[in-house]
T-cell receptor, first 111, second 114 residues
């Protein structure tokens, strides 16, 4: 049972343009959503999160949007930079802090 | 302030041997989570521990896998009689409290079973 899904395995964008990474979920009990970034051979690094009672959270170049009725969230990166090239995971969290991850989307930002 | 420390970074075991993976959480963090990433897959939750207690082990395989977080020392994930299918990256994360707060991940231990 895949509670969190990232349906796009990869995304390629040009430097300076917007990157939009999408995530769908089925579990209505999640009350917190998080995005992590991961480089090869390293652990995931926390990027940004959003409470289920919010619909938007912004931090610098990163903005996360939550559409509860559609059970969909997205991460916007603008402007995209070559250093943003990595695998991005979205995750849902309940009251224990346990994270349920999507499969990840590999973002490539071309100079 | 050191981050989450995992060791070893790489571990090679022959089939049938035991693997011990260690995780020292960030200072002040008493909640530890273990995740496994199989090749070409996302991270899967395995177990959630607080000091001396297993809170949620719903992601742990029923046999050969165990975890502990003693009062003193690191958290240990132990895999007995390893098989090739155990080859994966094992990540530990820690947080200062339960609930809605981000967890901080270690660099991971890459286990290879030959």
């Amino acid at each position: 049972d895949q509670q969190v899904k990232q349906n796009s395995p990869s995304l390629s964008v040009q430097e300076g343009r917007i990157s939009i990474l999408n995530c769908d979920y089925t579990n209505s009990m999640f009350d917190y959503f998080l995005w992590y970034k991961k480089y090869p051979a390293e652990g995931p690094t926390f990027l940004i999160s959003i409470s289920s009672i919010k619909d938007k959270n912004e931090d610098g170049r990163f903005t996360v949007f939550l559409n509860k009725s559609a059970k969909h969230l997205s991460l916007h990166i603008v402007p995209s930079q070559p250093g943003d090239s990595a695998v991005y995971f979205c995750a849902g969290s309940g009251n224990t802090g346990k994270l349920i991850f999507g499969q990840g989307t590999t973002l490539q930002v071309k100079p | 302030n050191a981050g989450v420390m995992q060791n070893p970074r790489h571990l090679v075991r022959r089939r049938g041997q035991e693997a011990r993976l260690r995780c020292s959480p960030m200072k002040g963090h008493s909640h530890v989570y273990w995740y496994r990433q199989l090749p070409e897959e996302g991270l899967k939750f395995m177990v959630y521990l607080q000091k001396e207690n297993i809170i949620d082990e719903s992601g742990m395989p029923k046999e050969r896998f165990s975890a502990e977080f003693p009062k003193e020392g690191p958290s240990i994930l132990r895999i007995q009689q390893v098989v090739r299918g155990d080859s994966a990256a094992y990540f530990c994360a820690s947080s200062p409290m339960t609930g809605n707060t981000e967890a901080f991940f270690g660099q991971g231990t890459r286990l290879t079973v030959v």
